[in-house]
């Protein structure tokens, strides 16, 4: 089965750093991207960045970039989402989610399936 | 960037009803726009893909059509199960931006 498992639930204070990770089950790691989306409480999705675990080769949204950085390690099968200093408004769920190129009749398309169940970051002095 | 615009944020339906949910591009996007739902406390899930494919699994009550910068998700009868948040997502260009999102609630 196809499937992406993430760490489990953090509580951090302002300041601190934290990584989380997202493990791939089911298919090979390298021949897709890893993308990264954020929630917060009460609020819809954002696109924060992707990896390409195959060269590590990354892209971010410009709401992102220099907060958060995207890493894999290809010889694990894992993604990983860190900060070097939280903050107070870092307070939300993480996802992690395959993006999938498919073939249809009006060409190439992508998607995001699947995804990871979260990761619920709480920061918080 | 490209903005996702949906519409409405909210509505209530009923079994007996047809929902259709809409999301604008701020520019052309072709067929690179997709629809997740997610339920509280849930990861998204996929629901329609390249503007109008249904996803594996995802019942034939759901259907997607549009191209360029005006899509439609409609829900042809809506069961219990389907009240929840629906996402539309263009994959055209990064960031991969998403709308904000249109709650389904039971009338």
């Known amino acids: 089965e196809v499937q992406l498992v993430q760490s489990g639930a953090e509580v951090k204070k302002p300041g601190e750093s934290l990584k989380i990770s997202c493990k791939a089950f089911g298919y090979t790691f390298t021949h897709y991207w890893i993308n990264w989306v954020r929630q917060m409480p009460g609020e819809g999705l954002e696109w924060m960045g992707r990896?390409?675990?195959?060269?590590?080769?990354?892209d971010y949204s410009p709401t992102f970039q220099g907060h958060a950085t995207i890493s894999a390690d290809k010889s694990i099968n894992t993604a990983y989402l860190q900060w070097s200093s939280l903050k107070a408004s870092d307070t939300a769920v993480y996802y992690c989610v395959r993006r999938y190129d498919i073939w249809t009749a009006r060409g190439t398309v992508n998607y995001f399936d699947p995804w990871g169940q979260g990761t619920l970051v709480i920061v918080s002095s | 960037d490209i903005q996702m615009t949906q519409s409405p944020s909210s509505l209530s339906a009923s079994v007996e009803d047809r929902v259709t949910i809409t999301c604008r591009a701020s520019q052309s996007i072709g067929s690179y726009l997709n629809w997740y739902q997610q339920k509280p406390g849930q990861a998204p899930d996929l629901l329609i893909y390249?503007?109008?494919s249904l996803q594996s699994g995802v019942p034939s009550r759901f259907s997607g059509s549009g191209s360029g910068t005006d899509f439609t998700l409609t829900i042809s009868s809506p069961q219990p199960e389907d009240f929840a948040t629906y996402y539309c997502q263009q994959s055209y260009s990064i960031p991969h931006t998403f709308g904000q999102g249109t709650k389904l609630e039971i009338k």
């Open positions: 990896i390409d675990p195959d060269n590590s080769k990354t």
């Open positions: 390249g503007a109008s």
